[in-house]
T-cell receptor, first 111, second 118 residues
Framework: GDSVTQMEGPVTLSEEAFLTINCTYT??????LFWYVQYPGEGLQLLLK?????DKGSNKGFEATYRKETTSFHLEKGSVQVSDSAVYFC??????????FGTGTRLTIIP | GAVVSQHPSRVICKSGTSVKIECRSL??????MFWYRQFPKKSLMLMAT?????????EQGVEKDKFLINHASLTLSTLTVTSAHPEDSSFYIC??????????????FGDGTRLSIL
């Protein structure tokens, strides 16, 4: 079945550091790919998405590129802030089917 | 954008009581709603999928008699945790999908409910 594997956390970085959170997927076909963010005590918010190969999703300084050849959708940000501390979920989706989530990566940014 | 309201945001109650959580789509008709459970520092676990007017489909290992789901209208689904015990304490999140103009994601999420059973 479809699955998403993402970097285990927790990840701790200093403010202004470069961030990469790895995400790879297994699926038959070409799903849409998403990154969701969950701030403490809240639900999930869509951070960015890509619907086809080579698409780049971007939002709030975060970027991720849909790489069909490596079945990856790594999340990056050039300079993180304390306010980026949250849990990040990679997910895939086909048509009317369920979202398939990765295990989540907890990110903590230290001032 | 599409708004999903979940209520209450937090509930604390005694063991043995039943607790109802509501999930409402405020500006679109949610043909399908999803209920997730999240343990501390863990990922989301899909509990069940409900379609308006029909019985919910539960994921393997989820007790349907413990977690009652009702989706009686296109804007409201409820999750009732019956005879709750401390092991039912968790963060419950609902999401909704449906025909929403300019929707940019397959599901829109509520803000979650923190359930604590004493």
């Amino acid at each position: 079945g479809d699955s998403v594997t993402q970097m285990e956390g927790p990840v701790t970085l200093s403010e202004e550091a470069f961030l990469t959170i790895n995400c790879t997927y297994t699926a038959t076909g070409y799903p849409s790919l998403f990154w969701y963010v969950q701030y403490p005590g809240e639900g999930l918010q869509l951070l960015l998405k890509a619907t086809k190969a080579d698409d780049k999703g971007s939002n709030k300084g975060f970027e991720a590129t849909y790489r069909k050849e490596t079945t990856s959708f790594h999340l990056e940000k050039g300079s993180v802030q304390v306010s980026d501390s949250a849990v990040y979920f990679c997910a895939l989706h086909f048509g009317n089917e369920k979202l398939t989530f990765g295990t989540g990566t907890r990110l903590t940014i230290i001032p | 954008g599409a708004v999903v309201s979940q209520h209450p945001s937090r509930v604390i109650c005694k063991s043995g009581t039943s607790v109802k959580i509501e999930c409402r789509s405020l500006d679109f008709q949610a043909t399908t709603m999803f209920w997730y459970r999240q343990f501390p520092k863990k990922s989301l676990m899909l509990m069940a999928t409900s379609n308006e007017g029909s019985k919910a489909t539960y994921e393997q290992g989820v007790e349907k008699d413990k977690f009652l789901i009702n989706h009686a209208s296109l804007t409201l689904s409820t999750l009732t945790v019956t005879s709750a015990h401390p092991e039912d304490s968790s963060f419950y999140i609902c999401s909704a999908s449906g025909a929403y103009r300019a929707s940019n994601q397959p599901q829109h999420f509520g803000d979650g409910t923190r359930l604590s059973i004493l």
